[in-house]
């Protein structure tokens, strides 16, 4: 799985082997160097981000390789910022925007992630994301989580309220509990009861 996030572009490595590649940046953090853009540069970023994405969505094709489409509300672009603020509403656009593009490409391999320490914005996330998605008549997986969530206890806390809540409302196709902390096959017990709720609920 490759995650696509918002931080400033560099080269990355492919080949007809699965190489753990955690993220493809193809978008920079908010360094708030511009405050204002014109329709004209943010369209002008968004081809920039286009010829850096595409070879990278072609070799996902080429491969067979599914692609995870992460948006970090702690880090929109600051062309996501100058239009839609530090919001749920710039979180969806940032990630369609690179959905856009793979689907222009014809790929549909990928799954969406909304990225917030805060459940809260995480959750007004996802459930914006899929009522724009029902607008638009598309259909493709959620994986939940609430990143940097913190330490022990209250990270399991935090974990349980934003990804249960969106799972009650029937939605999230994988989940993951993160810890700032702990070893990750602490997270095996928290993961599994969600996923039970989340069986309970649809099925």
Not at 25 to 35: I, K, N, V, W, Y
Not at 41 to 53: A, C, S
Not at 95 to 116: G, T
Request: charged share 25%.
């Amino acid at each position: 799985m490759f995650w696509v996030s918002q931080v400033k572009a560099r080269k990355y490595h492919m080949s007809s082997k699965p190489v753990p590649v955690p993220n493809f940046p193809a978008d920079r953090r908010a360094e708030f160097e511009q405050l204002e853009y014109t329709d004209d540069d943010y369209q002008k970023e968004l081809e920039d981000i286009e010829k850096v994405f595409v070879p990278l969505v072609e070799k996902c094709k080429k491969y067979g390789r599914a692609m995870g489409i992460g948006t970090n509300h702690g880090s929109l672009s600051d062309r996501i910022m100058s239009y839609f603020g530090d919001s749920p509403r710039g979180m969806v656009e940032s990630a369609f925007e690179f959905a856009r593009i793979c689907r222009k490409l014809d790929f549909h391999n990928f799954v969406f992630s909304m990225k917030a320490s805060n459940p809260v914005i995480m959750v007004q996330a996802y459930r914006l994301l899929v009522a724009e998605m029902y607008v638009q008549g598309w259909d493709y997986p959620l994986h939940l989580g609430v990143t940097e969530a913190g330490e022990g206890e209250d990270g399991r806390m935090k974990s349980a309220i934003g990804i249960g809540t969106l799972l009650q409302d029937g939605l999230g196709d994988t989940v993951r509990v993160y810890s700032l902390t702990e070893p990750s096959e602490e997270e095996i017990d928290p993961c599994r009861k969600l996923a039970n709720l989340g069986i309970s609920i649809t099925s």
